[in-house]
């Protein structure tokens, strides 16, 4: 089968032909629909500083965002038969760890990552751990984008939404789609930042309620008058930029809590008695999403039609044509499949 490869260190990828991976023993063996590209696979074509220094198993087949059919199941594998539809999740936990067994795998100390530590989903067919999948009730639409709805949804879930006034940092598809799930999650106004007009009209047509350009407005200020010299109760920072990151500090009030998702190209400095000790803010990171509650909130929205995934779709490419999908993808506020 064709698929896309990491083949070592540096920028680029190749489109290689590789044998159809091995349902072995405690695995299944997928086949995929559709795949999406996120923004952590650039990350990793490109050789951003994010991925330099880490170790990968070259050739590595790229990509964690799928959805497809379990075509074989592996001796010891339960609650799976061949036939099921499956969506993608790219944590592949021990199941012995201190965090595994306390309900929290997505933080498993062991950590598997599919498109990372094993083979990917830019291919035809991968073999993957069981507890890295996702059984779908019924072929959702756009279910290829539950993985990363499920990274929106955990930040909003971890800072607590419900009748807050919300900020999300950043109108990518991930910043987009929390934009439209912290209205129907319960948040009481959304504002959303972007330097970008178009991902903030796109943030307003999905329900937030205030939209403020960066480029033309400094957007602290612009928090605090929106939310009538209060600060924002939540700031969910989805931009990755660092500059976006301290100035999402400066626009929670007292006791308000951040959630970091973008991935920062480096390490940013804050003075933390000033601007977190003194006034009781909150600064979390997430990583991915919990399994398995998110997903349960995930598709429950996308179920009922509060969310129509298939909107954040601009593109499909064939695999082949990966090096124009990346290229498209980059910055994009829709996400771009790849179909083998
Ligand atoms: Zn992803
Ligand atoms: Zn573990």
Redesign the pocket.
């Known amino acids: 089968m064709e698929a896309i490869c990491k083949v070592g260190d540096g920028p680029g990828a190749e489109l290689l032909e590789v044998p159809i991976p091995r349902c072995k023993e405690g695995e299944v063996l997928i086949e995929v629909e559709e795949a999406a590209i996120c923004a952590s696979d650039l990350q990793l074509f490109h050789w951003r500083p994010s991925v330099q220094g880490q170790t990968f198993p070259y050739p590595l087949v790229m990509g964690h965002e799928y959805v497809g059919w379990v075509r074989e199941v592996g001796s010891g594998v339960a609650g799976f038969a061949p036939g099921d539809y499956v969506a993608g999740e790219t944590h592949i936990?021990?199941?012995?760890?201190?965090?595994?067994?306390t309900g929290r795998?997505h933080i498993?100390?062991?950590?598997g990552i599919v498109g990372r530590t094993h083979d990917g989903c830019f291919a035809r067919y991968l073999a993957v751990s069981p507890w890295a999948v996702r059984k779908i009730p019924a072929r959702l639409p756009g279910a290829v984008l539950l993985e990363p709805l499920g990274v929106a949804i955990h930040a909003i879930q971890q800072a607590g939404v419900q009748e807050k006034a919300v900020v999300i940092l950043g109108c990518g598809p991930i910043g987009l789609m929390a934009a439209a799930a912290a209205k129907r999650l319960g948040a009481l106004q959304v504002i959303a930042i972007s330097r970008t007009p178009a991902k903030l009209a796109r943030a307003a047509s999905l329900g937030a309620d205030i939209t403020i350009n960066s480029q033309q407005q400094d957007p602290v200020e612009a928090v605090w008058d929106a939310t009538w010299g209060l600060g924002a109760d939540v700031v969910l920072e989805m931009s990755g930029s660092r500059t976006a990151f301290k100035q999402g500090l400066g626009m929670l009030r007292k006791q308000g809590a951040m959630v970091a998702v973008g991935n920062l190209d480096g390490p940013v400095e804050i003075d933390v008695l000033q601007d977190i000790v003194l006034q009781e803010k909150r600064l979390m990171g997430i990583f991915g999403r919990c399994m398995w509650q998110t997903w349960d909130t995930a598709v429950a929205l996308v179920r009922q039609g509060d969310l129509d995934l298939t909107s954040f779709i601009s593109d499909v490419y064939p695999l082949q044509e990966f090096q124009a999908a990346f290229a498209q993808a980059a910055g994009s506020m829709s996400k771009i499949l790849l179909r083998p």
């Open positions: 936990p021990c199941l012995a760890c201190h965090y595994c067994d795998m498993c100390a062991n950590l």
